[in-house]
């Protein structure tokens, strides 16, 4: 029934890993994001994806790499994780670019040691 | 760049009315949506504003104002369960990414 499903929903992994998140969402949305959310609260977009193809790339480290197999999945992997990458990262879907209404997953918090 | 502005914290008494203001800056954009948030949960939408005027939509109300670059949240009969952190974001016109406001922390209290 989950609209934007992501795992793991908690993740806790030494500097110098490399981890990744999934993120599936069965609402036929064409468009996909990864949000990161930091501990002040902010909300800033990574990355987003219509149809498979990238579209939006906010000046993020290129240790983060997403990818998109098809509509339905973005999933984020991440290499060589450092202590200030530690956040909730969540993804979400809209129908198209620009679609008044954004869809979140639940988060997945991931903590640096 | 876009950016948007929002009070950090509000606080207000069950069954009151609380207004959550907005102002922004932007070279363009689609439209000004409205977000709510309970700790340690997902963001979830609550109104959006393609067009100058009032949005209602049950107990929340949603203005937008281009002229004034500003828009607010209007929540009545507040409930506890309303506490939460509100975020006010921008559909940007290049690209259509979403860009939100540091978020408002309403607490209602009893």
């Known amino acids: 029934d989950t609209a934007v499903s992501q795992t793991p929903k908690y993740l806790v992994t030494q500097m110098g890993n490399d981890k990744s998140i999934k993120c599936e969402q069965n609402?036929?949305?064409?468009?996909m994001y990864w949000y990161k959310q930091d501990s002040k609260k902010f909300l800033k977009i990574m990355f987003s994806y219509n149809n498979k193809e990238l579209i939006i790339n906010e000046t993020v480290p290129n240790r983060f790499s997403p990818k998109s197999p098809d509509k339905a999945h973005l999933n984020l992997h991440i290499n060589s994780l450092e202590l200030g990458d530690s956040a909730v990262y969540f993804c979400a879907s809209s129908q198209e670019v620009g679609g008044n209404t954004i869809y979140f997953g639940e988060g997945s918090w991931l903590t640096v040691v | 760049g876009q950016s948007l502005e929002q009070p950090s914290e509000v606080t207000a008494v069950e069954g009151a009315i609380v207004q959550i203001n907005c102002t922004y800056q932007t070279s363009g954009f689609y439209g000004l949506s409205w977000y709510q948030q309970h700790d340690g949960g997902a963001p979830t939408f609550l109104s959006y504003?393609?067009?100058?005027g009032l949005e209602e939509t049950g107990r929340f109300s949603s203005f937008l104002s281009r002229s004034d670059s500003y828009g607010y949240l209007l929540l009545q009969e507040l409930q506890l369960k309303d506490s939460a952190s509100f975020f006010c974001a921008l559909t940007g016109n290049q690209g259509g990414k979403l860009i939100f406001g540091q978020g408002t922390e309403l607490s209602v209290k009893p």
């Open positions: 609402l036929g949305h064409d468009t």
């Open positions: 504003n393609a067009l100058d």
